[in-house]
Structure formats: structure tokens, C-alpha cells
């Protein structure tokens, strides 16, 4: 290989090392709770990464096709060079997609998203694989196709034993990361039950209303990834009160009981989440906003809704306008179960037409105020007017 193939892959393998931590920080859980904050250093990185790493792909291509004729005759080399710069750029795209938050028209159950994790759990076996054995014919300069040159015995045999170990622990990871991404879809039992945690004790229940039960949306499609940036607050139905408060005339503080005296309507609606991920087809049961602001009474001078989370630190804001679409409400139901509080419980906003992180969980107060107001995520970086763009 010449040195600068060599260089060239060094700095490869360099950000494809950054890719793949910071990817499995942006997928694990843990860092989708407390320590969100990390998280977002970890998104910033991996679109850094995969920035260089979209470009590195180029100079590939171009040495493939330099190369293709020396390859002839060799056809699993082409064939497995070709596999590799298409996976590579599948994972770009995939990327790109994701950053821009366009996703795949079209196309239920395949999002970019959905790709980009199903192409990774090829991709990181695959690069397990070249890592451990590329790394061996590095030290000892021998062909990269396995041709030995002049290995006899023992070393041969240390070859073929470190080639099986090395397809094993890529066979043993693609099957991990296969059961991690692809196969935590909840499809088994209809229902929120048993899937997310509940810590609420709330009494009474909430009583589901007709199209609640069964769901008229024939129950959600996909799994929800439990954000927070705050640990999950429990609450209780004694401990809990619901206030409408700031410019209006009647503010209101709601006991659980009188919050579940007012009229609930059901709707059916896809849920997103900006970082990529949907849910389709969620019933969902609460209390247009609408009707909550018609009982307190507007003030002229009120322009803008601010809602609070039970969790004392996110926000988000809609304009008035916004918030009097009739779609906007505060849930409580999901497919007629009580919304646990893993999701939001006991009651969740909802914007169905603005990403997810629009609709503020464990809602428990709503502010009238005059001036806009930047929530949580809303003051790092993403858009006030959070309209879902697919
Ligand atoms: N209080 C609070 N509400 C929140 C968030 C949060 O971290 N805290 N995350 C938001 C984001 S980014 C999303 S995608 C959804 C996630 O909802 P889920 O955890 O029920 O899937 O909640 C939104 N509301
Ligand atoms: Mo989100």
C-alpha cells in the first residue's frame, strides 16, 4: 500500500472510531437521561465525524476505480470493496438524511433512521473484522487478501486462529447490536403496559371515553425512546394540582379529580421526535387546549402560552395562535392506558403538527404571558416553530 492510502485510512479509521462511540452515546439510554447534555456534545461530534467521514468515501471511490483493473480476475476483492464504499456511503446518507431532518417519504416502518441503525449493524462487525485482521497483515507485511508470502506452521496457523476468533466477535457483535437496534420494536402486546415505567399513583383512574377503547387508531406503531433531561418525577393524585395562571382573568389550580371533570376528546396521531424516530397511529385522550384557556378567561395582552414540566426544568412555548389549533392538547390517555410516567404522565402536551420536543412532559402549569419564550431545547439550538417537516 502506499503512504498515502496508509494516511488516508489512518484518519479513517481515526473518525470511524469517533462515529462509532459517540453513535452509541446518542443511542444509549443512559445518555438520553440525566446526562442529555452530554448527549448533545456527542450529536455535535458525530455530525462532525460523519462529515469527514462522507468525505474520506471519496478518495476510496477513486482508488477503487483505479484499481479495478488490477483487481480483475479477483473477483471477491472488487466485490467486497464495492459492498464496503456502498455501505459506507448508505451510512452517509442516511446521515445527511437525519441531519436534515428529511426523512423518507413514504414509507412506513423504514425511516432514515431505521437505516442508518439497520446499516450499522453491518457496518461495525464489518469494521471489527478488517480492524482485527487488517491490523495483523499491517505488522507483518503480507498480502491483504490472505495470500500468505511464505508463512508456514505455526504463524499460519496463528493467522487462520486470530481470522476465526476475529469473524466470531463480529458475528457475536452484529447479533448484539442486531438485538439492541432492530429488535426492541414492541410489537407483541398492544398497549403502554409493562413496556414503560409508571410511578405515578394517580386516583381515580382516568375513565377512557368511546374511541379510547379499543384505540380507533388501531394502537400505536413503533416504541417511543424515553427522553428526559431531569430524572422521571413521580407524582400522586394527592400531590398533584394543574394551574392556569399569568394574564388572564380566572386562574385555575385543578385538583386531580377537577382536572379529570373536564370534556376529553380522542385523536388519532403520529408522534416525532426531531433526533428521528415516530411513532404512528397513537390514540391519544386529553383536553384540547383550547377549552383549558376558554375557562380562564384571555387577557388582550396575552400572546404567547408558556408551559412547565412537574420536573422544574424544561419549558416550551407556543404563540396564542398556535396553541388555539385544535389538534393541541393535554393528554392523559395512550390507547385508552393512563400515560405512564416514563411518557409524560399524567398528563403530557401534544402538538401533533411540531416535533416532539414541542410537547412538554408531566405538564402541570400553563403560563399567559405577553413576551415570546424559548423552552429547553428551543435555547440550545432548535427552532421555536417546531413544525414537522415531513
Ligand atoms: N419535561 C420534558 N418533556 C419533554 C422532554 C424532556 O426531556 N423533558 N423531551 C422532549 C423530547 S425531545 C421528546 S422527543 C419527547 C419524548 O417523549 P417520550 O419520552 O414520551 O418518548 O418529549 C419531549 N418532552
Ligand atoms: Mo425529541
Redesign the pocket.
Known amino acids: 500500500m502506499n503512504k498515502k492510502i496508509v494516511d488516508l485510512h489512518f484518519l479513517h479509521s481515526l473518525v470511524t472510531l469517533g462515529l462509532i462511540l459517540t453513535g452509541l452515546i446518542l443511542y444509549s439510554q443512559f445518555f438520553?437521561g440525566i446526562l442529555?447534555a452530554l448527549r448533545d456534545y456527542a450529536r455535535d461530534l458525530h455530525i462532525f465525524a460523519g462529515v469527514l467521514f462522507s468525505l474520506t468515501i471519496v478518495p476510496y471511490c477513486v482508488i477503487l476505480a483505479k484499481t479495478w483493473g488490477k483487481l480483475s480476475g479477483q473477483f471477491n476483492r472488487r466485490l467486497l470493496n464495492l459492498a464496503a464504499i456502498s455501505l459506507a456511503a448508505g451510512i452517509a446518507l442516511t446521515g445527511i438524511l437525519l441531519f436534515t431532518h428529511t426523512d423518507l417519504q413514504n414509507s412506513p416502518g423504514i425511516s432514515a433512521l431505521s437505516l442508518h441503525r439497520m446499516l450499522v449493524v453491518i457496518g461495525i462487525p464489518a469494521v471489527l473484522y478488517h480492524a482485527v485482521t487488517g491490523w495483523f497483515s499491517i505488522t507483518r507485511p503480507t498480502g491483504m487478501d490472505g495470500s500468505d508470502s511464505g508463512d508456514k506452521g505455526f504463524i499460519s496457523s496463528r493467522r487462520v486462529f486470530i481470522r476465526w476468533t476475529a469473524s466470531a466477535g463480529a458475528l457475536f457483535s452484529g447479533l448484539v447490536l442486531a438485538k439492541w437496534f432492530l429488535f426492541n420494536q414492541d410489537t407483541t402486546l398492544p398497549g403502554v403496559k409493562g413496556k414503560?415505567k409508571d410511578c405515578n399513583q394517580m386516583d381515580p383512574q382516568p375513565m377512557p371515553s368511546l374511541g379510547s377503547v379499543p384505540p380507533i387508531g388501531g394502537g400505536y406503531q413503533g416504541r417511543?425512546?424515553?427522553?428526559?433531561?431531569?430524572p422521571i418525577p413521580c407524582t400522586t393524585s394527592a400531590g398533584w394540582q394543574f394551574r392556569v395562571f399569568g394574564l388572564v382573568d380566572n386562574p385555575l389550580t385543578l385538583t386531580w379529580e377537577k382536572f379529570l371533570d373536564i370534556p376529553r376528546q380522542v385523536q388519532v396521531n403520529d408522534?416525532?421526535?426531531?433526533?428521528g424516530?415516530t411513532?404512528t397511529h397513537c390514540t391519544f385522550e386529553g383536553i384540547p387546549l383550547s377549552r383549558l384557556l376558554a375557562l380562564v378567561g384571555l387577557q388582550p395582552t396575552a400572546q404567547y402560552v408558556k408551559f412547565y414540566?412537574?420536573?422544574g426544568?424544561?419549558?416550551?412555548a407556543l404563540s396564542l395562535k398556535q396553541a388555539l389549533m385544535n389538534d393541541v392538547m393535554v393528554a392523559v390517555l395512550i390507547d385508552g392506558e393512563p400515560?405512564p410516567s416514563?411518557?409524560?404522565g399524567p398528563a403530557?402536551?401534544l402538538i401533533p403538527q411540531m416535533?416532539?420536543?414541542?410537547?412538554?412532559?408531566?405538564?402541570n402549569a400553563i403560563e399567559l404571558i405577553q413576551e415570546p419564550h424559548i423552552g429547553?431545547?428551543e435555547s440550545r439550538g432548535?427552532e421555536n416553530d417546531a413544525w414537522v417537516k415531513r
Do not use: H, P, Q
Open positions: 438520553r442529555s414503560y417511543f425512546e424515553v427522553f428526559t433531561v431531569t408522534f416525532y421526535c426531531i433526533t424516530w411513532v414540566s412537574g420536573d426544568v424544561y419549558t416550551s400515560i416514563d411518557l409524560g403530557r402536551l416535533y416532539a420536543y414541542k410537547g412538554v412532559k408531566w405538564l429547553y431545547w432548535y
